[in-house]
């Protein structure tokens, strides 16, 4: 009987043949799979580069209506990232250029903010460059932000999308541009807020802060500060008008505290690095394009829409009164310390000699009763406000304020001119425009007429 053939050699072939199908197949897969990543790669690349060009990150269309939508392309490419390329370093270059012989070039962080945006424009009409940097937040409505963002960028005024605490962005910014001033106006805003949300204050009037000093030491040339401080800084001081000789030690809320340890932060970075330094204490600024946050805003919101408002007297029964401070007036004055500021001394991060270091009052000197605020109001809007009066929580707002502003006055020629009913005036009918109040009146007008042909209206 014949043996059976001996098939080891043809299955162990088999075998072979398929572990090299295998292995070709994997590598096949794999290179497929690089090559589609890379392809996929390229083709984002293009989309991103195609938006990027073709649509602009910044509206310019100044209805506050239509709510500001990010593309997430060009707001990646145009936003907080620091290599933004050939075309965000053009855009920055252009805003930031003078017009004018010996025109500053001035970054001015929290530009899309109230005085920001205030000063931003009047330094460009005078034809100083301009470069904003504001973070958006949403500390109160981001929409009016924005509104203010369109405004800016119909006068050519971009504002870079970025935070203060971001050290790469900041670096960045001096590269591209060798500023001579920062107007530094961002910070987180509010008394009361602070009970709700501390942590932010630290983060943005003392990290924040400290941030951009620690950028604008090192370069070169090193640009001359202008920054502000506050009215509140002067807490529980009990002269009056406030000067800037009195004590600030003794403040009544956190916010006061991040601004005072703002002024003594100043104080350092000037003492060792040589960095020219001007605090402004502002006091209770108004106007058009204001906060929402501050009661001559919303007392006007709320006695359009026949709401109570909170009317505050102190806890001995006297009247809250601030010393209300008109948006061009403080406008004037922020200007007239950049124009005064001399120039840095550091270099190197290493200070060189002596460096300018100083402090002012930006007030209107004359304290008005929230009351008389109020009665003002009710004048202007020709509705009466129903009032709740209450004492004053204790909270960390003060019952008193009232500026001596005779050193600005004496060293950069700062003297307002503005009346609260004259501020007022002006604030009530951009609210009226702003918020579409007066259409909605003239529409109800011509509705009561159409039905009523024989009727006056």
């Keep these: 009987m014949a043996s059976p053939p001996d098939t080891s050699k043809t299955i162990k072939l088999e075998r072979y043949n398929s572990y090299l199908r295998r292995v070709n197949s994997t590598k096949l897969l794999n290179a497929s799979s690089k090559l589609l990543f890379r392809a996929t790669l390229l083709i984002a690349l293009a989309l991103i580069f195609y938006f990027t060009l073709n649509y602009p990150p910044l509206s310019d269309n100044p209805n506050h209506h239509v709510h500001n939508h990010h593309n997430f392309l060009s707001s990646a490419f145009y936003g907080h990232r620091t290599n933004g390329g050939a075309a965000w370093e053009k855009q920055v270059r252009h805003s930031s250029t003078p017009r004018r012989p010996n025109g500053m070039s001035v970054l001015v962080t929290g530009s899309a903010g109230f005085i920001g945006s205030h000063c931003s424009l009047a330094l460009k009409k005078r034809g100083d460059g301009v470069l904003g940097l504001d973070n958006f937040n949403d500390y109160y409505d981001p929409s009016l932000k924005r509104a203010r963002q369109a405004l800016l960028l119909k006068h050519q005024i971009f504002i870079v999308e970025g935070d203060l605490n971001d050290a790469s962005l900041l670096t960045k910014l001096f590269d591209v541009v060798p500023f001579t001033h920062v107007l530094h106006l961002a910070a987180q805003a509010g008394v009361r807020y602070a009970m709700k949300n501390p942590q932010s204050y630290v983060s943005s009037n003392i990290a924040g802060f400290i941030n951009l000093l620690e950028v604008a030491k090192s370069v070169d040339p090193q640009p001359a500060i202008v920054w502000a401080s506050s009215s509140s800084v002067y807490g529980l001081n009990t002269e009056n008008p ?100 001399e120039k840095s001394t550091g270099r190197g991060g290493k200070k060189r000699g002596p460096a300018q270091l100083r402090i002012y009052n930006l007030g209107n000197t004359s304290p008005v009763p929230v009351g008389k605020l109020v009665s003002i109001l009710e004048g202007l809007l020709n509705t009466k406000a129903k009032k709740h009066v209450i004492k004053m929580p204790t909270n960390g707002d003060v019952p008193f304020t009232h500026a001596n502003v005779s050193l600005a006055f004496t060293d950069f020629g700062y003297k307002p001119t503005t009346d609260l009913a004259t501020g007022l005036r002006k604030f009530v009918k951009w609210y009226v425009s702003y918020y579409g109040i007066q259409s909605r009146v003239n529409k109800e007008k011509s509705i009561i007429s159409n039905e009523h042909p024989g009727e006056s209206a």
């Design 242 to 341: 406030f000067s800037e000789l009195h004590r600030t030690d003794q403040p009544a809320s956190l916010y006061a505290a991040t601004k005072k340890a703002g002024e003594a932060i100043a104080h350092t970075y000037n003492h060792i690095y040589g960095l020219s330094l001007t605090g402004l204490r502002f006091f209770t600024v108004y106007g058009p394009w204001g906060r929402p946050d501050m009661a001559y805003f919303f007392f006007t919101k709320d006695i359009l829409h026949g709401k109570t408002i909170d009317v505050y007297r102190t806890q001995d029964e006297k009247e809250v009164a601030r010393d209300f401070t008109y948006i061009d007036d403080v406008v004037k004055g922020c200007l007239g310390a950049l124009d005064t500021a």
